[in-house]
């Protein structure tokens, strides 16, 4: 993609993404030549890249469906390693943590409180007979970071496979609900057997590809301390991209790239919010 120039009538956006190398390290030397943004095919020409520096909101967002029962002591272990991460490179970060077993409910409300979150985190445990709610549970918490005022939310969820989904609302609902908020998310899964919710995983790949996440799925409970502290080192070390476009329509996508080579973009595909 080449850049435009400057023109009448033009208009500036500015979007959050994280850069990553082949080993999924942060890139932290982005410069606007490295980047490229397209609104609908048509090319934007990148006025600035710098360090964001808006305050970052997070939801974790937790299985608790009997699955869990046998990886509770690695679950809990490794949420309390990532709030440890995240409040030591961000220390005014606010994180959130809710549950999704039978029904999204709020643990611990979005806070700066560590000690809170991690006394929260130490009462997770499995509830007997109950079902998958998760992609009910990531409009709710969708919904919980929408009024935050900044460019920074993003959902970090965990589940167990194979599991029942029960969520009544649409996948179209939860896109929808994304859009609004302007929330990413960062979907882990432990594989535990030779089954997976198939119409699930489409789902969760697909928000995960469309709001700037990461979907991994993984085979042993040893490596989510890893994958949430990548996840954390992403957030922790995002850019604000601003652009300058044509005057036009709110656009349907938004296409994010970089020329380094051995490198992948983090950005959402929605159109960036105001705030």
Do not use: C
């Not at 990886?71 to 309390?80: E, G, P, T």
Request: aromatic share 6%; net charge positive.
């Amino acid at each position: 993609m080449l850049a435009v120039p400057a023109f009448q009538g033009a208009v500036e956006r500015t979007l959050v993404i994280s850069v990553v190398d082949e080993t999924g390290a942060p890139v932290l030397d982005l410069t606007p030549a490295d980047v490229r943004v397209r609104e609908d095919g048509i090319d934007g020409e990148v006025v600035s890249v710098r360090r964001a520096s808006g305050p970052l909101f997070a939801q974790l967002l937790i299985d608790t469906t009997p699955g869990i029962e046998p990886y509770v002591s690695d679950i809990r272990n490794a949420l309390v390693g990532f709030v440890q991460h995240v409040k030591q490179g961000d220390p005014a970060a606010a994180v959130g943590l809710m549950e999704f077993g039978q029904a999204a409910v709020q643990i611990v409300p979005i806070t700066a409180d560590a000690s809170a979150l991690e006394k929260g985190i130490r009462t997770l445990f499995p509830k007997p007979r109950s079902a998958s709610v998760l992609l009910e549970g990531i409009i709710a918490a969708s919904m919980s970071l929408a009024p935050k005022f900044t460019r920074r939310r993003v959902i970090v969820s965990f589940n167990v496979e194979p599991s029942d989904e029960q969520s009544r609302e649409s996948p179209a609902a939860m896109m929808k609900a994304l859009a609004v908020s302007g929330t990413q998310v960062w979907s882990l899964s432990l594989q535990t057997g030779n089954r997976n919710n198939a119409s699930r995983d489409v789902v969760l790949n697909e928000v995960a590809k469309r709001s700037g996440g990461r979907r991994d799925i993984i085979v042993t409970s040893s490596a989510i301390d890893q994958y949430l502290r990548r996840y954390a080192n992403a957030f922790l070390t995002q850019f604000e991209v601003t652009y300058r476009i044509g005057k036009r329509q709110r656009p349907q996508v938004v296409q994010t790239g970089t020329t380094r080579p051995g490198t992948t973009v983090h950005a959402s595909t929605f159109p960036p919010q105001s705030r």
